[in-house]
Each structure stands twice: as C-alpha cells, then as structure tokens.
C-alpha cells in the first residue's frame, strides 16, 4: 500500500485559497487519489477523486503531476465551515480491498 | 438512493462488559464494508473490512472482532471491553470498482469507563 504523508495541520484566513498536498511515493498503477473531509463527531465525507492531471468539482480542484507521487487539493476562497480535517487516501484495489486513511491535515480557518 | 445506518449514537459502557455495534447498508447489493476507530484528536484506524457474508479480514490484533451475518449488515463485537476500546467508531461501506468512494455511516462514540 502507498505510505501517505500529509501535513499535520495549516492556517489560513476567510477568502484565502487553501493548497494541502500529499506525498504517496510508491502509489500504485491501479491506484487512485481521494481526498474527504472530516467534521468533529462526523464521518468522512469524499470531496474529489483524481488519477492523473487536474480534477475540478464545485468544491475543489485536484492536481496530480505526471510521477502522480504527490497530489495537491486546492480549496478556494476558504470560509469558516471549511475548518475540518482532510485525508488522502491512495489505494482502494489491493488484493483484500483496503482503504487506509493518513493521519490527515487539520486546517484552521480564521476570521 | 444508497443509505447507511449505524447505531447507537452514544453509548457508555463499563470496562469488562460486552458490545454490539451494528451497521445496516440500503440501496446496494454485495458491497464492501469497513469499521474504523477514531481516537479523540486523532486519524482513522482500519479495524475490520468484509468483501462478502461471512468473510471478515482484521487489521489490528484486539479483544474486537466483526461479523457479517447479512450481505448488507456488519457487525463490531467484544466480550469484554477494555479502557482502550473507547473511541469514535465508524462504519463504511463503499463498491467493488476500483474508483469507488467510501460512505460513512453517522458514528458511534463509545465510552468505556
């Protein structure tokens, strides 16, 4: 499986455009790239998934070079509602269908 | 649509006494379901995943263990709980495809005192 780093956490202001990346070195052929976002007391929710280049959806854009050794989610004009934890997950087909969450990145949105 | 339960919300129980978590998946045949534990402040930790009745792969050595009984129904179990074992627990499920989104249910948050 893909060991993923991440930021532990990031600060940001209200309006400000949020880039969190993530490191996944040995993701996989097969592999895809899937970012969700975690309230308190919440489960996960998906934001986007890519594979490769740049993905855009009405929240957020995901951007995937070539090697796909990294990948970039890009919040923009963050507001306070988006203070939450994002994950990267790389890897979903591995034999017994693992999914295994990084530590994920706590991003702090300020007034 | 596709829908997941999980229950109960809340629960406190004392260390020593059993548990039964249980999650119920609508809306969708054979998919793949998944219980995660969450620490307070902390990321999420695979415990359990089922490809199918009856098929259950563990990831962390513990007094836990999962069953499913049912195509769409999974279930978190211990006979005796530890201080440990409190958390936030969460199921999931997601399809077989590779590019399949996982789905999580509302959680648990288990205390054991």
């Known amino acids: 499986l893909a060991k993923i780093t991440q930021p532990i956490s990031m600060d940001s202001y209200e309006g400000q455009e949020v880039n969190i990346t993530c490191s996944h070195n040995n993701i996989a052929t097969n592999d895809y790239i899937t970012w969700y976002q975690q309230f308190p007391s919440q489960g996960p929710r998906f934001i986007i998934q890519g594979y490769k280049t740049k993905v855009t959806n009405e929240v957020a854009s995901l951007f995937i070079p070539a090697d796909r050794k990294s990948s970039t989610l890009s919040l923009p004009r963050v507001s306070l509602s988006d203070t939450a934890v994002y994950y990267c997950l790389v890897g979903v087909l591995t034999g017994g269908f693992k999914t295994i969450f990084g530590a994920g990145t706590r991003l702090f949105v300020k007034a | 649509s596709q829908t997941i339960h999980q229950w109960p919300a809340t629960l406190v129980q004392p260390v020593g006494s059993p548990l039964s978590l249980e999650c119920t998946v609508e809306?969708?045949?054979?998919?793949?379901l998944y219980w995660y534990r969450q620490a307070a402040g902390r990321g999420l930790q695979l415990l359990f995943y089922s490809v199918g009745i009856g098929q259950i792969s563990s990831e962390v050595p513990q007094n836990l263990s999962a069953s499913r009984p049912q195509d769409r129904q999974f279930i978190l179990s211990s006979k005796k709980l530890l201080l440990s074992d409190s958390g936030f627990y969460l199921c999931?499920?997601?399809?077989?495809?590779?590019?399949?989104?996982?789905?999580f249910g509302s959680g648990t948050q288990l205390s054991v005192l």
């Open positions: 809306g969708t045949s054979n998919p793949n």
């Open positions: 999931a499920w997601r399809g077989p495809a590779t590019n399949e989104k996982l789905f």
